[in-house]
């Protein structure tokens, strides 16, 4: 998962998207941020308030446990 592997600590969307290479706002919540929060590796830090002009994402465990196995698997 290239957002988990992308994700330093807590950062906001669009220093993510940057970081990415991904300038369509549309196609990275479709593509990748939605999937990997369904999945349980990224979290938001104001779950409540989804639309925060404040909000950043941040690795859970589950994202932290994928990352180890990634560079494992190297």
Not at 33 to 54: C, D, H, Q, V, Y
Request: hydrophobic content about 35%; glycine content about 6%.
């Amino acid at each position: 998962m290239k957002v988990v592997s992308s994700l330093p600590g807590e950062i906001n969307r669009d220093e993510l998207m940057k970081i990415i290479g991904v300038k369509d706002r549309m196609y990275f919540m479709r593509s990748y941020l939605k999937p990997a929060i369904a999945a349980g590796f990224i979290e938001m830090t104001f779950p409540e308030r989804p639309r925060s002009k404040n909000q950043r994402y941040r690795l859970t465990e589950r994202g932290f446990d994928l990352l180890k196995t990634m560079k494992e698997s190297k």
